[in-house]
């Protein structure tokens, strides 16, 4: 069974510019959240879908927004790039409503120079 | 959001039992607490997960105190592999009795000594 992957592995961006991050979770799960793991950091909570709606979402400013697929991928778009927005974006997936077992991808290294 | 509170890091020497503690003292009565644990340059994996009653599994036990305020993590046997920052985190309901987001702190790092 393929896991939770995530596309590109590294990303390298110019301050200002937008980035787009991509995740397909495992075969079956609704949910999909999104993480940013800033260098030396905990992982800070940014999104969560499920059935393709938002139904949660991190402390982080409106240009960090997303959207879920009807095939329960989902895409994360940085609008208006800072240099701090650098770090290990990471996808997880799980089925729905559990809150269990939780399955994380590799994430995308996000750089902003 | 109800938090966790872990040892910043811990040492272990390999083929010795490893206990990870972690309070969590404004746990809720229906909070499920997770373990999670994050190897270099990987996303954090699965570990264990419980409610109130001790738990099992091929990677680890999970500890729970009778009054749910603190756990522990027990690996049985340590290995090199097992080298990684855990994560003690609790799932909190959100509207409508879903579960909904993980919320980490920052975690345990483990070291093994050969």
């Known amino acids: 069974e393929a896991g939770v992957t995530q596309s590109p592995t590294h990303l390298i961006k110019t301050r200002g510019q937008q980035a787009t991050l991509r995740c397909s979770p495992i075969?079956?799960?609704?949910?999909v959240y999104w993480y940013q793991q800033a260098l030396g950091l905990g992982l800070q909570f940014l999104l969560w879908?499920?059935?393709?709606?938002?139904?949660n979402r991190g402390n982080f400013p409106p240009r960090f927004s997303g959207r879920q697929f009807p095939n329960y991928s989902s895409e994360l778009n940085v609008n208006a790039l800072e240099l701090e927005d650098s770090a290990l974006y990471l996808c997880?997936?799980?089925?729905?409503?559990?809150?269990?077992?939780?399955?994380f991808g590799s994430g995308t290294r996000l750089t902003v120079v | 959001d109800a938090k966790t509170t872990q040892p910043n890091s811990m040492e272990s020497n390999e083929e010795e039992p490893v206990h990870l503690p972690c309070n969590h003292s404004?746990?809720?009565?229906?909070?499920?607490i997770h373990w999670y644990r994050q190897l270099p340059s990987q996303g954090p994996e699965y570990v264990i997960h419980?409610?109130?009653s001790n738990v099992n599994n091929r990677m680890a036990s999970l500890a729970i105190a009778e009054d749910r305020k603190s756990s522990t993590l027990i690996l049985h046997r340590a290995t090199l592999r097992d080298a990684a920052v855990y994560y003690c985190?609790?799932?909190?309901?959100?509207?409508?009795?879903?579960?909904?987001?993980?919320?980490f702190g920052t975690g345990t790092l483990l070291a093994v000594q050969p």
């Open positions: 404004t746990i809720s009565g229906t909070d499920y």
């Open positions: 985190i609790l799932s909190r309901r959100g509207g409508g009795g879903a579960t909904n987001k993980l919320i």
């Open positions: 997880a997936s799980s089925l729905g409503f559990t809150g269990f077992g939780y399955t």
């Open positions: 075969s079956g799960h609704t949910s």
């Open positions: 419980g409610l109130t």
């Open positions: 879908y499920d059935e393709g709606e938002e139904r």
